[in-house]
Antibody, heavy 116, light 108 residues
Framework: QAYLQQSGAELVRSGASVKMSCKAS????????MHWVKQTPGQGLEWIGY????????NYNQKFKGKATLTADTSSSTAYMQISSLTSEDSAVYFC?????????WGQGTTLTVSS | QIVLTQSPAIMSASPGEKVTLTCSAS???????LYWYQQKPGSSPKLWIY???NLASGVPARFSGSGSGTSYSLTISSMEAEDAASYFC?????????FGSGTKLEIK
């Protein structure tokens, strides 16, 4: 049974950067794409991009290029997402999700609040 | 990008009632790459239906999915209280992957 454990809520100042994590267990981390999804009340669910931990390859939604950076540490089976130059528009819940037939396992979400 | 439009945005159904949620795509979506998720407040989305019509593990048989091209639907044959949730459609047919805005389904 796969399990994705995300890091805790973040309160960060506008203009700063934040790096959140998603630790995978219960499956071979390097064999599946790991996606990141943003959820806000206004915009709904938005796909940010994915990383393939097997080779570090990434694919980003053009909207988030330059905003989000996806990395993975295979030694600890952990995926990371860094979000830079934070604004109030970045306040959201961020999920990591493994893809197989659909996004079959999701983390519990990390709530990011950007303060001015 | 492919825009997925879900209707209705909000609906309520009585126990035992048949419910149909729709998802309309701005361009054709391969049925292999159309998914549905269920989300309850405070929880992560859960994969509910994959490849248009296949139920994910643990999903009750009263749920079904169908569609092709630009029109897809999720049907509940007989509404139960535990089905009250938001449902989102999702496509992988082309980049960027996109989600519908969701249907909030309430129990009467």
């Amino acid at each position: 049974q796969a399990y994705l454990q995300q890091s805790g809520a973040e309160l960060v100042r506008s203009g700063a950067s934040v790096k959140m994590s998603c630790k995978a267990s219960g499956y071979t981390f390097t064999s599946y794409n790991m996606h990141w999804v943003k959820q806000t009340p206004g915009q709904g669910l938005e796909w940010i991009g994915y990383i393939y931990p097997g080779n570090g390859g990434t694919n980003y939604n053009q909207k988030f290029k330059g905003k989000a950076t996806l990395t993975a540490d295979t030694s600890s089976s952990t995926a990371y997402m860094q979000i830079s130059s934070l604004t109030s528009e970045d306040s959201a819940v961020y999920f990591c999700a493994r893809s197989s037939l659909g996004f079959d396992y999701w983390g519990q979400g990390t709530t990011l609040t950007v303060s001015s | 990008q492919i825009v997925l439009t879900q209707s209705p945005a909000i609906m309520s159904a009585s126990p035992g009632e048949k419910v149909t949620l729709t998802c309309s795509a701005s361009s054709s979506v391969s049925s292999s790459y159309l998914y549905w998720y269920q989300q309850k407040p405070g929880s992560s989305p859960k994969l509910w239906i994959y490849s248009t019509s296949n139920l994910a593990s643990g999903v009750p048989a009263r749920f079904s999915g169908s569609g092709s091209g630009t029109s897809y639907s999720l049907t509940i044959s007989s509404m139960e209280a535990e089905d009250a949730a938001s449902y989102f459609c999702h496509q992988w047919s082309s980049y960027p992957f996109t989600f519908g805005s969701g249907t909030k389904l309430e129990i009467k």
